[in-house]
T-cell receptor, first 116, second 115 residues
């Protein structure tokens, strides 16, 4: 069975601090996909990134960066120089084979609170 | 472009009542899904559909039924609502295949309270 663990329930930071969100996953699939979604206070879910299991290259997108380490089954997410607009719940999710698009196993989410 | 639209946005039901949540997408996506979100548990897949006329069970299907009579619509039904079904329900859609980003396009959510 697939499992995603986001051990941090809530992280509070002051604006401009960096914040790292941990995500640890379990799967028996040899090919899998990892995702991060953002849920701002307004409630909608926003796709941030997808990472394939065969591509361990880290990625940076503006203030966001992702560190995928297959050896430790982790896919951590860092927000650099946080802003108030980054306040949201962030979900890590795990998907299986290509035919399983959308059949994602979500973690419980990490609430990020950025104060001015 | 509306994307994924859910109706209603809010609903209060009494135990034993029935209701249907409607999800409509205008992106011509093949795959559609219903998730529920509960505090501390993330999102859990209820049912999904890989095309018109098809449905399949997800992780937590009990107490729900679905139908996909038209490609653009995916209905979630509660035949006899229970307080345990109090939740926020999200519909999502996606294109199939490995060439897309795997992005799920979510609706705004429907908050259901069962008294």
């Amino acid at each position: 069975a697939q499992k995603v663990t986001q051990a941090q329930t809530e992280i509070s930071v002051v604006e401009k601090e960096d914040v790292t969100l941990d995500c640890v996953y379990e799967t028996r699939d040899t090919t899998y996909y990892l995702f991060w979604y953002k849920q701002p206070p307004s409630g909608e879910l926003v796709f941030l990134i997808r990472r394939n299991s065969f591509d361990e290259q880290n990625e940076i997108s503006g203030r966001y960066s992702w560190n995928f380490q297959k050896s430790t089954s982790s896919f951590n997410f860092t927000i650099t120089a946080s802003q108030v607009v980054d306040s949201a719940v962030y979900f890590c999710a795990l998907g299986g084979t290509t035919d399983s698009w959308g059949k994602l196993q979500f973690g419980a989410g990490t609430q990020v609170v950025v104060t001015p | 472009n509306a994307g994924v639209t859910q109706t209603p946005k809010f609903r209060v039901l009494k135990t034993g009542q029935s209701m249907t949540l409607l999800c409509a997408q205008d992106m011509n996506h093949e795959y559609m899904y219903w998730y529920r979100q509960d505090p501390g548990m993330g999102l859990r897949l209820i049912h999904y559909s890989v095309g018109e006329g098809t449905t399949a069970k997800g992780e937590v299907p009990d107490g729900y039924n679905v139908s996909r009579l038209k490609k653009q619509n995916f209905l979630l039904g509660l035949e006899s609502a229970a307080p345990s079904q109090t939740s926020v329900y999200f519909c999502a859609s996606s294109r199939p295949g490995p060439t897309n980003t795997g992005e799920l396009f979510f609706g705004e959510g429907s908050r259901l309270t069962v008294l």
